[in-house]
């Protein structure tokens, strides 16, 4: 990080200037200076991916224009500084100071990493907000980043995603056997025990993979990211819903020593503006997938398809055996997971008579 010392004392002396110069006329004068940062974004995105890609740029542009210079964010897109699956290393290192993607990346550091981001089945955008900020997850996501050296923040959700991209249709459990579909997460633990052979793979490298035969099948986030990257042209089938990322909360990781070097006011403007994207991510979501579904089916001729009921059952339970196992992994991971259970178990409660109820009765309405 480069720090620059700028002085704005000559306003202050040419004001001082102007009457005789005496010592309380030279106290007057006494330099101000400001301390300036110019720090590294890398993200796990292609440069510019809709929603997930421009929401660190909103954040690097908002930052500056609101320290009026004094924080100045430089992104990096997938590959540029360094590959989408180093960003956790490099910002733990300090290679960077700020790193944006997704904590089910890092299951190879911490396996409960995953549950910041989602669990199958589990809390949707809404909720898992709810969780974060005032449902003590954003405290243990803290705790299980600090030995890494990384401040974590929510910084964007994709909401409810799509089940993915498959050349044939998923008629029962017999279609995922053997199955080469691109997952990550848990979602992938749990398709390799349903009987398929999930790989993970960057964004950026989905599309050639599925055109070349490197894998069958793949998810990506939903309509308006997976237009983008121009998977329908590579695949037939588009099912939903998407059972292993209800939501999928995107993150921002602050290097510890980078984020404690910053006065104050510029700490609150990195964790407000956060907070700022994290919500705008879900507002384009969301307003912007359903014209890119349509598109998809109407102009490009997307067969949409929905998952077995039961599929989706022998999904379900095998997600519970998964999550059990990684709650399982040690003291910190079964507080993490019995901290998410317990939320979720509550806020359906609320769920179901509030959002799921009033769903229902719109629908009725319109029939
Ligand atoms: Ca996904």
């Not at 974590?152 to 995922?176: R, T």
């Not at 599929?311 to 910190?332: F, H, K, N, P, Y």
Request: net charge negative; hydrophobic share 40%; charged share 20%.
């Amino acid at each position: 990080m480069k720090h620059t010392l700028v002085a704005f004392a000559f306003l202050a002396l040419a004001m001082g200037g102007c009457t005789t110069d005496t010592g309380s006329d030279r106290d007057a004068s006494v330099a101000t200076t400001v301390e300036t940062f110019e720090w590294k974004l890398i993200t796990t995105w292609p440069k510019n991916l809709p929603a997930l890609g421009t929401a660190p740029e909103r954040l690097a542009v908002l930052i500056d224009e609101m320290s009026a210079g004094q924080l100045k964010i430089k992104v990096y897109g997938a590959g540029e500084l360094t590959g989408a699956t180093e960003v956790f290393d490099a910002v733990s290192a300090g290679t960077a100071e700020m790193g944006h993607g997704a904590a089910y990346y890092w299951v190879g550091k911490a396996p409960v990493a995953a549950v910041f981001t989602t669990l199958p089945f589990g809390m949707n955008a809404q909720e898992m907000n709810a969780r974060l900020h005032f449902g003590g997850g954003l405290e243990l996501w803290r705790e299980l980043y600090e030995p890494f050296n990384l401040i974590p923040m929510a910084a964007g959700n994709s909401g409810v995603q799509m089940a993915g991209w498959f050349n044939k249709e998923i008629n029962s459990l017999e279609d995922l056997k053997g199955l080469k579909m691109r997952i990550p997460g848990l979602g992938a633990e749990v398709m390799n025990r349903a009987g398929a052979a999930p790989v993970y793979l960057p964004g950026g490298e989905i599309f050639t993979s599925l055109q070349t035969g490197v894998i069958d099948a793949t998810e990506w986030v939903g309509p308006l990211n997976d237009q983008t990257l121009g998977l329908h042209e590579v695949a037939k089938y588009y099912y939903y819903p998407g059972w292993h990322e209800p939501s999928a909360a995107i993150e921002l990781i602050v290097n510890k020593e980078a984020f404690e070097s910053l006065p104050i006011h510029l700490q609150r403007m990195v964790e407000t503006t956060a907070r700022a994207i994290n919500q705008d991510m879900v507002d384009e979501f969301n307003a912007r997938n359903f014209s890119s579904l349509r598109s998809l089916v109407e102009e490009h001729g997307v067969e949409l398809r929905k998952l077995p009921a039961d599929v989706l059952q022998r999904l379900r339970e095998l997600s519970d055996e998964v999550i059990d196992e990684v709650a399982g992994t040690d003291e910190l991971s079964q507080r993490i997971v019995d901290s998410y259970r317990n939320f979720q178990r509550e806020i359906q409660s609320w769920s179901d008579i509030s959002e799921y109820a009033y769903f229902q009765a719109r629908d009725a309405e319109g029939d």
